[in-house]
């Protein structure tokens, strides 16, 4: 008997990633369909029943063996086929694996939006008391005004005469301005990636997805894929994400893709790994 895998720790803050709940599913075996039903509690298989229309000689031989590796898990993905039943062995995975794609739990993944903390309004500060106006000094009166003193006649000679266009001494400093500097052009900004081609790949359903981003003036223009993973979940994956990465020039921040999720992953993990290179 093959250990049952011991279930990873749930962070208690996030969403749980399969519902309760029975889900049915099918796929081929040997030579007929494998249908099973399959019981989730507390986000692990609890029980598994079977409905075959298989070859009974090699779909026994395999159902025998595999039932008991799959209660209690959470994935089938590391449960091998049965020596002499492979086929049979791969409808049961098959459909077990079916089954608990349609048990995701669309909130799975998302990280919870904290409780922002109530920031303790102030005190209001006392208003100071006004301060008493001081009262108003006695006006003095004014003073006499002096008589003119008659200005002598030019022709006295004790008089010297008033020249009648002094020199003027200029100020310094009043000459005309220099011309004002022509203003220097600022220095264009840094962009966020370095220019040049960068490849990162990473495990999505069924297999890897490798990504190929051009960078070009510091700006994502370009994202090609070599896709390894299942067909029916990559391609409505893909077919949202990567319009997103183009508009937000990140792979940070996206939420996977409902029904997709695993291939989503596979995805944003590959586009995070290259931009990673490109970064400045």
Known sequence: KKPSPTKKPEDPDSPQKYLDGKYTASAKGFNGDVKVIVTIKDGVIQALKQENTDTEQF???AWSVLEEQIIGTDSVDDIDAVSGATYSSNGILNAV???LKEAINPEYGKKPTPTPTKKPTPKPTATPKPTATPKPTATPKPTETPAATPTPEPDDPDVTPVPEKPNVTPTPGTDEPDATPEPTEAPEPVGMYRDGTYTGSAFGYGG??????TISG???????QTNQDTPEFFDPAWSTIYSQIMANQSADGID???GATYSSEGILDAAQKALAQAKN
């Open 59 to 61: 779909f026994e031989k």
């Open 218 to 224: 510091g700006q994502i223009v370009s994202i090609e």
């Open 208 to 213: 890897k997805t490798y990504l190929i981003i």
């Open 97 to 99: 694996k079916k089954a």
């Open 256 to 258: 996977t893709v409902s």
